[in-house]
């Protein structure tokens, strides 16, 4: 976590949570379902999203192309905005203390391509090593190529499979008692998402539910 408040929050949810969280990663990185963590304390609260990137841009792949990287970015700037994601109830007076939005996977592949670089290297001197019979040198050639093709598609395919988008926000409210409701219009805004397994901490206790995007509307009388 970046942010100590956060921290702080967030972190009575990981035993409060644990049994959900096991059920969920059996069905891990499923497309149209990611997960909202949240945290009442006082009159603060954490926030804790992930969502797969084909929930927020589309596309799990590396982004490559330039209306790639606008989709990122613009995802980016709309997820930094919780308050236009998660709509609190407007009696309750909340505003955004801290927000931070980071999209994970692309480090994975940068590693991957890395180590592909080291297998091409390696190619490379032995064939020099093997120039001497032509015969021996295009079989294994051709052998290592189909590998190499294979463990490429195989590392990309594990790269999309982690890609997902992970925002973090710290709130605070002037009038707690005051928060009736949320309304995601996160599903307005991100229309290949389809539900959020929701997991909430607060004086009286842990809770989950399942918002989805038919009605995208979480009830928080039964908290305060």
């Known amino acids: 976590m970046k942010f100590a408040p956060i921290a702080c929050l967030i972190l009575p949810l990981v035993p409060a949570i644990a049994g959900a969280e096991e059920t969920r990663s059996l069905g891990a990185h499923e497309h149209g379902s990611g997960t909202l963590n949240i945290a009442f304390e006082g009159n603060s609260i954490a926030m804790e999203v992930e969502a797969p990137g084909a929930d927020i841009v589309g596309f799990e792949h590396e982004a490559t192309s ?3 990287r606008k989709l990122i970015e613009t995802a980016v700037a709309n997820l930094g905005k919780p308050l236009d994601l998660f709509v609190l109830s407007a009696e309750a007076g909340c ?3 801290s927000a931070s939005v980071e999209l ?3 480090e994975e592949h940068d590693d991957h391509d890395d180590e592909h670089a080291h297998d091409d290297d390696h190619a490379n001197e032995a064939k020099d090593d093997h120039a001497h019979d032509d015969d021996h040198e295009h079989d294994t050639k ?3 190529d189909d590998e190499h093709h294979d463990d490429h598609a195989d590392h990309e395919d594990e790269g999309a499979e982690h890609a997902e988008f992970h925002a973090e926000y710290a709130l ?3 009038d ?3 928060l009736s409701k949320i309304e995601f219009t996160y599903f307005e805004r991100f229309p290949n998402a389809l ?3 929701v997991q909430i901490v607060s004086a009286k206790g842990a809770q989950a539910h399942e918002v989805e995007r038919d009605d995208p509307v979480l009830d928080l009388q039964s908290l305060f």
Do not use: I, K, Q, R
């Open 172 to 174: 605070t409210c002037s």
């Open 104 to 106: 994970h996977g692309d």
């Open 195 to 197: 539900e959020l397994d």
């Open 176 to 178: 707690m008692s005051a």
């Open 66 to 68: 330039d209306e790639d």
């Open 95 to 97: 505003s955004v203390v």
């Open 142 to 144: 051709d052998d290592h």
